[in-house]
């Protein structure tokens, strides 16, 4: 059974640092290009971060840009996205892709930026 699972999140105060964690099980990672997505309330689902499989290779959106590092471990078959300097502007859901020979999501994780 496919299954990708996001953890980590929760409320932080502005300035602050969350880890997030991606865990897929029912296929290997290692072939999928990793990515991190996120919807605010009231927005469309935005690209945060991805990293290639073979070289990995990280790109950022530009808000995020500094601040976010997403990277992989393919023997634990995980992604993660460590984010830093955290906004209120970054309060969203949070969700994992795996996009290769197939497309997998994950249910998403929330993150909540206020004092």
């Known amino acids: 059974q496919v299954q990708v699972v996001e953890s980590g999140g929760g409320l932080v105060q502005p300035g602050r640092s969350l880890r997030l964690s991606c865990a897929a099980s029912?296929?290997?990672?290692?072939?999928?290009?990793m990515n991190w997505f996120r919807q605010a309330r009231g927005r469309e689902r935005e690209w945060v971060a991805s990293v290639t499989s073979t070289t990995k290779k990280r790109t950022y959106a530009d808000s995020v840009k500094g601040r976010f590092t997403i990277y992989r471990d393919d023997p634990q078959n995980t992604a993660y996205l460590q984010m830093n300097s955290l906004k209120p502007e970054d309060t969203a859901v949070y969700y994992c892709r795996a996009r290769g020979m197939k497309d997998y999501w994950g249910q998403g994780t929330q993150v909540t930026v206020a004092s």
């Open positions: 029912g296929f290997a990672i290692s072939s999928y290009v």
